[in-house]
T-cell receptor, first 113, second 112 residues
Framework: ETGVTQSPTHLIKTRGQQVTLRCSSQSGHNTVSWYQQALGQGPQFIFQYYREEENGRGNFPPRFSGLQFPNYSSELNVNALELDDSALYLC????????????FGPGTRLTVT | QQQVKQSPQSLIVQKGGISIINCAYENTAFDYFPWYQQFPGKGPALLIAIRPDVSEKKEGRFTISFNKSAKQFSLHIMDSQPGDSATYFCAARGGGADGLTFGKGTHLIIQP
């Protein structure tokens, strides 16, 4: 069984730029959720994708967007980067209709300068 | 508004002792309560989870106690070991497409 993988591991961007982060879900899972974890804080829910559509969103602006592909992998896109976007971005996969268990990947550390 | 309040922020326990972390929630629509363990530079790992129809769940050295009327739940780590030193997060989720709502975390140190 393959776990959740994310790429890249680390990324440095400049304020105003755009970034794309990638996630491959655990085998057998069809739902992907994205979280933002600021230093010293708990993860915050950004949005969730199921059947290639966003079907749940936390308190994040529209410049945070995503995609899910037929193989259930996913992308997180952030436009017009701000300094406060510096964080660990976590992807979690789960089985829609299961018992909510979400399994996290190792994350992508984004630094905005 | 923080919907899941976690305490303490940090905790030091002697090897072999019991580590106890507490969480309280406000949203009565929550129906799933997991605990995650996170090591530096890693993603959170699911430890154990409970639903509100049971008051306790035990897996190995880890036990969740759940008090629905008080809207509180706690994680007990029995026979704590230095390898248990990590940050622990409680979380909660309602139905549908809601994501997990996390507490702010507890930094646990097990002293040998």
């Amino acid at each position: 069984e393959t776990g959740v993988t994310q790429s890249p591991t680390h990324l440095i961007k400049t304020r105003g730029q755009q970034v794309t982060l990638r996630c491959s879900s655990q085998s057998g899972h069809n739902t992907v959720s994205w979280y933002q974890q600021a230093l010293g804080q708990g993860p915050q829910f950004i949005f969730q994708y199921y059947r290639e559509e966003e079907n749940g969103r936390g308190n994040f602006p529209p410049r945070f967007s995503g995609l899910q592909f037929p193989n259930y992998s996913s992308e997180l896109n952030v436009n017009a980067l701000e300094l406060d976007d510096s964080a660990l971005y976590l992807c979690a996969s789960s089985w829609w209709g299961g018992y909510y268990e979400q399994y996290f990947g190792p994350g992508t550390r984004l630094t905005v300068t | 508004q923080q919907q899941v309040k976690q305490s303490p922020q940090s905790l030091i326990v002697q090897k072999g002792g019991i580590s106890i972390i507490n969480c309280a929630y406000e949203n009565t629509a929550f129906d799933y309560f997991p605990w995650y363990q996170q090591f530096p530079g890693k993603g959170p790992a699911l430890l154990i989870a409970i639903r509100p129809d049971v008051s306790e769940k035990k897996e190995g050295r880890f036990t969740i106690s759940f008090n629905k009327s008080a809207k509180q739940f706690s994680l007990h780590i029995m026979d704590s070991q230095p390898g248990d030193s990590a940050t622990y997060f409680c979380a909660a989720r309602g139905g549908g497409a809601d994501g997990l709502t996390f507490g702010k975390g507890t930094h646990l140190i097990i002293q040998p």
